[in-house]
């Protein structure tokens, strides 16, 4: 399983980005996709999730009503869209594959991405 995650880069405040995660490698019909982020000095937390086979979402509070993700499953990616973007959503973003977990927990993913940068700053 390979995950490639992009899309990251220097935004000011209240801008938008759209990372994408795509997933390859695998035969699957039933996962999760997660997106987790890391700031510096901070723990990894879990900022949003998919379900690939019905479409079932999660956000954590603090991304709740600002970020959307989504999936296209022909293309097996998986997208992340982030507005209203604050300074405190610096981090780098990862995304996880999840078979048979959900949720924010990182013990319930399996296969892990590489990071992208997201930095919010004027």
């Known amino acids: 399983v390979q995950l490639q995650a992009s899309g990251g880069g220097l935004v000011q405040p209240g801008g938008s980005l759209r990372l994408s995660c795509a997933a390859s490698?695998?035969?699957?019909?039933?996962?999760?996709i997660g997106w987790f982020r890391q700031a510096p000095g901070k723990e990894r937390e879990g900022v949003s999730c998919?379900?690939?086979?019905?479409?079932?979402?999660y956000y954590a509070d603090s991304v709740e009503g600002r970020f959307t993700i989504s999936r296209d499953n022909a293309e097996n990616t998986v997208y992340l869209q982030m507005n209203s973007l604050k300074p405190e959503d610096t981090a780098v973003y990862y995304c996880?594959?999840?078979?048979?977990?959900?949720?924010?927990?990182?013990?319930?993913?399996?296969?892990w991405g590489q990071g992208t940068q997201v930095t919010v700053s004027s």
């Open positions: 998919i379900s690939i086979s019905d479409g079932n979402t």
């Open positions: 996880a594959l999840s078979v048979g977990g959900w949720g924010s927990r990182e013990d319930e993913y399996d296969y």
């Open positions: 490698g695998f035969t699957l019909d039933y996962y999760t």
